[in-house]
């Protein structure tokens, strides 16, 4: 049924839930999987460039900037651990894995991914947001489904449900034409 599935995580209190699910079908279909993490601004603790403002008028903005770089080198440095831990489980549970973090718009980064690697599934989180905070903040799992060149899986936590195990809902079959 598939035969490449991509995992995109984040470091959300979901991401560890999506991976679950993106290996259980790469176990349940003998796919080869990806894990995928894209460094971004937009996820949550991920380090924040000082403002233009900000480092005009401090007077110690070279130290903002140098500190800043050090702040995503670390940032960087946990994504790359993180895939790591997740590669060991995958190979020890007989799946073959590898792994990839780049750098950018997490929603456009995984449907290049996709396309370039020639995935047959992408498997992604959902954080919850809805109305005027979708709209506001954006939605990668929204713009994936609409634009990702395969299938897509989305395991949603629902806000009320977040202490308790996620909810997995497949929602689209086939590849988007919208």
Not at 31 to 54: D, F, G
Not at 132 to 156: D, K, M, Q, R, T
């Amino acid at each position: 049924m598939f035969s490449k599935i991509i995992v995109a995580i984040d470091r959300s209190p979901n991401g560890k839930a999506v991976f679950d699910a993106g290996l259980a079908l790469a176990k349940a279909t003998k796919a080869n999987l990806m894990v995928l993490h894209i460094l971004s601004n937009e996820e949550k603790n991920s380090p924040q460039i000082p403002t233009l403002v900000t480092l005009e008028y401090h007077p110690l903005h070279k130290e903002l900037l140098e500190d800043y770089w050090k702040q995503w080198q670390t940032y960087k440095e946990q994504g790359i651990d993180l895939l790591r831990s997740y590669i060991e489980q995958a190979t020890n549970a007989g799946v073959s894995t590898e792994f990839t973090q780049n750098s950018g718009n997490p929603s456009r980064n995984i449907c290049e991914v996709a396309q370039g690697w020639g995935a047959d599934l992408i498997v992604i989180g959902r954080r919850g947001h809805s109305g005027l905070s979708e709209l506001i903040l954006g939605s990668v799992s929204n713009y994936v489904f609409h634009h990702a060149p395969c299938s897509v899986h989305v395991v949603h936590t629902p806000a009320a449900l977040k202490s308790e195990a996620p909810v997995v809902n497949q929602v689209q079959v086939g590849p988007s034409n919208y």
